[in-house]
Structures are given as structure tokens and as C-alpha cells.
């Protein structure tokens, strides 16, 4: 469960990795265009009532979303999203170098355009693409404004894609922007594909081959300690660790070492789910209200709406919305995480948008164990339900939503960069938050427990003794897409199904302070993998660990080493950008014009104080020293900077009374002088 993504104002595609999107729940797929067009800037424009394929003025290809307007505009290609505020430009130009093509993009797209640029990076050949380079841009945050662009050649000229959008689109609609890029190829090109090819034996050298892949992997990106599984044909083929479990120790995780599995959890919730229909005590279909008299959304009609299966399935319109549980958790209990879900809104059509919500998610756990145990206690009731219904009968002897337990045995400690870069223990007070909705990422796990989970889902059902454990069909519905992020990609009930290299991959990731995971299987090929790793960057491996397993297995094009050399030059490099523009300690003649007490009523309270030459907030479940930062609008930000909370913004306010604002995408908040 990743309660920020760190580039929330980078391309979209880079948190969501070309995940896709397609219609669903019975929309029409045939790139058809509404006849209605209208002029913008003296250039037709086209509202699309279809995921449509469509090329750039060279032909290049891509898919424009359905209700985004197209237009052409000179070389530029201008994609808007509904809202009207938000832009994708796809722009093909000639040029001596990629720095010349993005200045002759924003000409022909927005020549008005003033952001400065933050960093630039350069990135592998990828898609028939070359000599691509990556720009952020500064923008200030009373903006509420992404600003991004990709250069890429191919051929004899250039493509610029330029990201313009507004925090809430870009976040809204991200499974759309993904769509967008997932299938932006140069014109004629045809992506790589392992369809029809049968897989290698993981035999010994090919799994050193995934162990020198992590263990470099690891180095690079600074993580402390990793830790693999691998299974094929129902058998563990590796099971080991990489790396420390805690800095400035010389202990390595091995096979059993346990570390938060985060969002993995959320499939596990699912199959408890599975069995609970299994056992005919309920359908994919029942309405929530049914089985859970409590359960109310902030809008009573997708109430009614929602199905057991869109619990959990990223797909009734409820965004995220996790800052209440992350400032808040200190009194939260089950079921007033249940009772949160009743006060938000969603903000897009039930079915329409690819949108995460981790409150759901828990939701869907506490509905499974209400079923089982109505008189328990929620929480009581789902791990007494989890314990009985997965862990037992998968024999996961040592997964645990315990803290105490998973701490006092063997374990990996989280780990996060400082402000300058520098490893450092994580301040994981902030992943007890996790625990009022475990059901959307609290367990614990080690990589032969979740070797076991995995073996189970590619047998279908099925024990390493051949006994039935769940029935297939149940099980495998899962699986089945209930919303496209893009077009390769679906999300299922806590599982996705990933076809961008012609077989598909299921899988899931997850990702809490100090701690990434994936786990991943090919049903087709009966091969699985889990990743765990104790440290921020971590996501990035589990994620670039997908395409290194399929290279492997299909002799693909090696291509994931390059992407996440580039990955780990590419962070590293952007929080040296954003240190240069931080002030630490904090700048003391902004902090003394500071109250010294703020309270919101979704928040809650900050105290800040000063220690030494620090300036401090204390949030009461957690705390941070703050840095400040100068935008370009002329505001002051103060910055939460401890090793695992890094980032957390707070805007101080122009008007009279003394204010802090702190934003997530799609929401506000403003702690006013207590």
C-alpha cells in the first residue's frame, strides 16, 4: 500500500509503469468519434466517445481515451482531458538534439509557458525509442500542477510528449495518461512479445541470473536488504535474501525473514473472500449493505451500488484518500475506519475510472469477517477469520498482522533515504497507521510463506498434497478485470493481470514506509516470484523484477538493467534537485512567524516547537523535523524531512489568520491557529 507516490508531480506513466485502460461495465470499445466538434485556438476539436487508436502528425502510433478531446495544432498533436484544465501534447519535430526538440515542442503546444526546469534526466532505448531524456518541472504548489515532458527519437525526427495537467486529473485519470503512453510506439514498430513461446527451466544459472539482477539491483538503489522466492511446476526453486536486514549489521534476510507485504495483503483479503463464496454464504454479486449492515459510502446511491466484488476492485469512483488514517490513526479503530468510508465522496462515475482506495480495500476484509464472526469485534474478526480460512490451510506459519510478533522474530528493519540522499532507519511509527485497515496491507510475510500463497494460485486451488482447497471458479474470478488502467493492463479484486508482453502476468505490488514487495506468477508457464525488499527505493526493483523475470524465462532483450540503473540515477538525482531547494534546519525567521499550535478536523492537531536550531511538528501518532522552501509563486512551504516521511507538505497560508494547507491530489486541508 503506497500511502504517496514520490512522483506525484512526474508523468503519470512513471508510477503507474504503462499500466492500461480500456471501457468497462458494458462500454463500447469501437473508436468511434462524436460528431459534435468545436474550435479551440482556430483548430477543430474532436470529443472521442471511445478508447480510439489514433497516430501523431508522423505517424506515430498511440490510443487517445475515451471523452478526452483531440486536435492538431501545427506538428503538435493535443489531447484534453473532460475536465478542460489538463493536457497531453504529443509533438513531432526535427531537431539537432533533444533539448532543441523540447523547445520547438512547447513552441508549437504552449509557447506562453514559463516553468522553469527542475531536473532532466537521460533514459535507455526502450519501444524503438532512443535517445529519450525526462524533464520535471518546478511548478509551486498553490498550483496544484504536474508539469512534465518526454523526448524521444526514432528514425530521423523527434516525438516531445508534454504532460500539463492538474494534480487531481493527473491522479484521477492516471489509468487514461497511461493508456496514452502504454501504447505510444514509433510509426511501423511492433513491441516485443513472448506469446506462443514456451518458457526456459529456471535452472541453477538462470537463477543467477534474477540473484545477480536483485543483488545489483539492490546495491544501486541503495537498499539495504532483499530478499527472493522462486517457485516453478509446484516446486520452491529459491528461497534466500540479499543485502542486511538492518543497517549496521551484518545479519542477511534469508527465506524466512518477515518484512510488511503492504498492498500483497489485499489479495490475500480476496481469497478469503473467495472462500466465503466458495462456501455459498455469499456471491460476487451480493450487495454490501446485505452482508454488512454499517457499510455506507458518502453517496447513497453507489452505496446501493456496491457488490462484493467492487469492494475492492479500484472501480466505484472512491479516490484516495489516505491522509485522514496516516495523521490520524492514534484513536482509529476498525470500524471507525469503516465509519471514515461514510464521510467521502466519489469523484468519478461508479465503473468509470481506475481509482485506488485502501479504505475499500479494508472494507471488503471487515465484510468477510462480519459474515464469519457478527458478534467479534471487526479486527478480532479478521485476523481470527484470516488466520482460519488462509493462513492455516496454506500452512503461512509465520505471516502475521502482529507487530509485536513479526518484531521480536526474525525480521528486516525499514530503511529510507535522508534529505541528502543517505540511508537511514525509517520512521516507521507511521505504518502502525496500516493497522485500523489491515485488510488493505497490514500482514507481515516472509518469501517461503508467500511461495506458498503463490504455489496455491497456480495450481488453481489446489495443495502441495492435491487435496482441493478452494474451487476453481472463485478463485480464478479474481482475476477477471473490472477496470483497464491503459490497455494492457486490468485490476481485478486485489490481483492485476498484465498482457504488455503478449502472456499474461498476475500480480501484485505493495508499499509502505520502508518497505516494497511484489509477487508475481504466470499461469501459463506455472512460474511465480515474490520480492521483498526493507527500503525506499525498494518499488522500483519489484517493479523492474517483472520484466527481468520474463527475460529470463523467454531469452527476452535485456532491457531491465538499463531501466533501473536509470531508475536509481533518476531518484537520486531528483531528491538532489529537491535539496537544493530546501533550507535545513528550517528557516528560523519563517518558523517564528509560525503559531505554535494548528488543528484540522480531519487531521487533527500539530505542535510545533523548536529543538536547537530545528524546527519541529509533532502530529502526536508521529513527528518530523521540517525544512522550508521558497516556491516560485512566493509562498513558503515547510516540508516534513525525516528519513520515511519525507515530503509531507504544509503551505502556509496569506490571508490574516495563521493557516497551513496540506494537499493529496484530489483533496485540501487547512489547519487553522488553535
Known amino acids: 500500500m503506497r500511502v504517496k507516490c514520490d512522483a506525484m508531480k512526474k508523468l503519470v506513466v512513471a508510477c503507474l509503469f504503462l499500466l492500461s485502460a480500456a471501457p468497462v461495465f458494458g462500454q463500447t470499445q469501437s473508436p468511434s468519434v462524436q460528431p459534435a466538434t468545436k474550435a479551440v485556438n482556430g483548430q477543430a476539436s474532436e470529443r472521442l466517445s471511445a478508447d480510439t487508436p489514433k497516430t501523431t502528425v508522423l505517424g506515430n502510433a498511440f490510443v487517445a481515451p475515451q471523452d478526452w478531446s483531440i486536435r492538431v495544432k501545427g506538428p503538435a498533436t493535443i489531447l484534453q482531458a473532460p475536465e478542460?484544465?489538463?493536457?497531453?501534447?504529443?509533438?513531432?519535430?526535427?531537431?539537432?538534439?533533444?533539448d532543441e526538440a523540447l523547445a520547438a515542442a512547447w513552441q508549437a503546444y504552449k509557447p506562453e509557458a514559463k516553468w522553469p526546469v527542475k531536473v532532466t534526466n537521460d533514459l535507455p532505448d526502450r519501444d524503438g525509442w532512443s535517445r529519450r531524456?525526462?524533464?520535471?518541472?518546478?511548478?509551486?504548489?498553490?498550483?496544484?500542477?504536474?508539469?512534465?515532458?518526454?523526448?524521444?527519437?526514432?528514425?530521423?525526427?523527434?516525438?516531445?510528449?508534454?504532460?500539463?495537467m492538474?494534480?487531481?486529473v493527473g491522479e484521477k485519470r492516471g489509468g487514461q495518461v497511461a493508456l496514452i503512453f502504454g501504447r505510444l510506439l514509433p510509426?511501423?514498430?511492433?513491441?516485443?512479445?513472448?506469446?506462443?513461446?514456451?518458457?526456459?527451466?529456471?535452472?541453477?544459472?538462470?537463477?543467477?541470473?534474477?540473484?545477480?539482477?536483485?543483488e545489483q539491483g539492490q546495491k544501486v538503489l541503495g537498499v539495504p536488504g532483499v530478499a527472493l522466492g522462486l517457485v516453478q511446476d509446484g516446486k520452491s526453486i529459491f528461497a534466500d535474501g540479499f543485502g542486511v536486514k538492518e543497517l549496521g549489521g551484518t545479519e542477511k534476510p534469508d527465506g524466512d525473514t518477515l518484512f510488511m507485504v503492504a498492498s500483497n495483503t489485499k489479495a490475500m483479503t480476496t481469497l478469503l473472500l473467495a472462500k466465503l463464496v466458495d462456501e455459498h454464504r455469499m456471491t460476487w454479486q451480493t450487495p454490501v449493505i446485505s452482508l454488512l449492515p454499517s457499510f455506507r459510502l458518502g453517496d447513497a446511491e453507489t452505496t446501493?451500488?456496491?457488490?462484493?466484488?467492487?469492494?475492492?476492485?479500484?472501480?466505484?469512483?472512491?479516490?484516495?484518500?489516505?491522509?485522514e488514517w496516516i495523521f490520524e490513526y492514534g484513536n482509529m479503530t476498525p470500524e471507525s475506519s469503516l465509519a471514515l468510508l461514510g464521510t467521502m465522496q466519489p469523484t468519478s462515475k461508479f465503473g468509470e475510472l481506475f481509482q485506488y482506495s485502501n479504505l475499500m480495500a479494508a472494507a471488503a476484509g471487515y465484510t468477510g469477517a462480519y459474515v464469519l464472526y457478527p458478534q467479534t469485534e471487526s479486527g478480532a474478526a479478521y485476523d481470527?477469520?484470516?488466520?482460519?480460512?488462509?493462513?492455516?490451510?496454506?500452512?503461512?506459519?509465520?505471516?502475521?498482522?502482529?507487530?509485536a510478533r513479526a518484531l521480536s522474530a526474525n525480521h528486516a528493519t525499514a530503511h529510507s533515504p535522508d534529505a541528502d540522499g543517505k540511508p537511514a532507519k525509517a520512521l516507521t511509527a507511521i505504518n502502525y497507521a496500516v493497522i485500523p485497515l489491515r485488510p488493505a496491507g497490514g500482514a507481515w510475510s516472509s518469501v517461503r510463506d508467500m511461495l506458498k500463497y503463490v504455489s496455491m494460485e497456480l495450481a488453481e486451488g489446489k495443495l502441495p498434497d492435491g487435496k482441493t482447497y478452494i474451487s476453481k471458479e472463485p478463485l480464478l474470478e479474481r482475476r477477471a478485470p473490472q477496470v483497464y488502467i491503459g490497455k494492457d493492463v486490468s485490476y481485478g479484486m486485489g490481483l492485476m493481470v498484465d498482457t504488455t508482453?503478449?502472456?499474461p502476468v498476475v500480480h501484485h505490488g505493495g508499499d509502505l514506509t520502508g518497505y516494497h514487495s511484489d509477487m508475481i506468477w504466470l499461469p501459463q508457464q506455472n512460474v511465480g516470484a515474490v520480492i521483498l525488499t526493507n527500503g525506499d527505493p525498494g518499488w522500483l526493483l519489484r517493479d523492474r523484477i517483472r520484466r527481468r523475470l520474463l527475460e529470463v524465462l523467454f531469452d527476452g532483450r535485456p532491457e531491465a538493467e538499463a531501466l533501473l540503473n536509470a531508475d536509481a540515477k533518476n531518484f537520486y538525482s531528483s531528491l538532489a534537485a529537491d535539496r537544493k531547494l530546501l533550507t535545513i534546519p528550517a528557516d528560523l525567521n519563517e518558523s517564528a512567524k509560525l503559531a505554535k499550535h494548528y488543528a484540522n478536523a480531519s487531521l487533527g492537531d500539530i505542535t510545533v516547537s523548536t529543538s536547537g536550531s530545528s524546527t519541529v511538528f509533532d502530529f502526536d501518532e508521529w513527528k518530523s523535523e521540517v525544512a522550508t522552501r521558497k516556491n516560485p509563486d512566493g509562498t513558503i512551504s515547510f516540508i516534513t524531512i525525516a528519513p520515511g516521511v519525507m515530503g509531507f507538505e504544509f503551505v502556509v497560508g496569506a490571508g490574516p489568520k495563521r493557516t497551513l494547507t496540506i494537499r493529496d491530489a484530489q483533496h485540501e486541508y487547512v489547519f487553522k491557529e488553535r
Open 133 to 164: 531524456r525526462y524533464y520535471e518541472y518546478l511548478t509551486s504548489p498553490n498550483e496544484k500542477r504536474g508539469v512534465a515532458a518526454l523526448v524521444y527519437y526514432s528514425g530521423s525526427s523527434w516525438t516531445v510528449v508534454i504532460e500539463d
Open 187 to 214: 510509426k511501423g514498430y511492433s513491441r516485443e512479445s513472448f506469446a506462443g513461446k514456451k518458457a526456459n527451466s529456471l535452472d541453477n544459472a538462470r537463477i543467477a541470473q534474477l540473484s545477480r539482477f536483485v
Open 384 to 403: 481470527r477469520a484470516m488466520q482460519s480460512y488462509v493462513f492455516d490451510p496454506l500452512a503461512m506459519k509465520s505471516t502475521t498482522f502482529d507487530f
Open 166 to 168: 492538474s494534480d487531481a
Open 501 to 503: 508482453y503478449g502472456v
Open 304 to 323: 446501493r451500488s456496491v457488490l462484493v466484488k467492487h469492494l475492492i476492485c479500484a472501480c466505484t469512483g472512491m479516490p484516495r484518500q489516505d491522509l
Open 84 to 98: 478542460g484544465d489538463s493536457w497531453v501534447a504529443l509533438v513531432d519535430v526535427q531537431a539537432k538534439g533533444p
